[in-house]
């Protein structure tokens, strides 16, 4: 049985949505933010999950570069709506956001170049 990342995970959601609630509660924050500042929670959870799996793998779990690029797309999506509920133009954050998508890709391609390279020998002529 591998270690309880979905609990951990699950925990981080419950803490994020609660302490952006009550911060909405208290005047902090609008209510039309606690979901964007919930997702941005979940995100760096996500970062911290993935640099904890870097420092101890374990066999048989998802790579940690895997959950970083998950932390750092859902945070991405978090920052992104508050930004949107603040007033800032869509079409910029959404700009914005894909060109984070290609640098996740552009990572995830050279992460995975040296694993997947053929391996060919050289035809004698």
């Known amino acids: 049985m591998g270690r309880p990342w979905g609990l951990m995970t699950a925990g981080v959601v419950i803490i994020g949505g609660g302490l952006s609630y009550i911060s909405a509660i208290l005047g902090y924050i609008a209510f039309s933010e606690v979901l ?6 979940l995100g760096v959870g996500l970062i911290l999950e993935g640099a ?3 420092l101890i793998p374990a066999p048989g779990e998802m790579e940690s570069i895997i ?26 954050l959404l700009g914005a956001f894909v060109i984070l998508i290609g640098a996740l890709a552009v ?4 992460k995975m ?11 004698r002529q």
């Open 52 to 54: 904890i799996k870097q």
């Open 113 to 123: 170049w040296t694993r997947r390279a053929p391996q060919t020998e050289k035809v």
């Open 67 to 92: 959950t970083i690029g998950w932390g750092v797309l859902v945070l991405a999506i978090g920052v992104i709506g508050d930004l949107n509920t603040r007033g800032y133009p869509l079409p910029i």
């Open 36 to 41: 964007p500042i919930a997702a941005v929670i």
């Open 107 to 110: 990572l995830a391609a050279m």
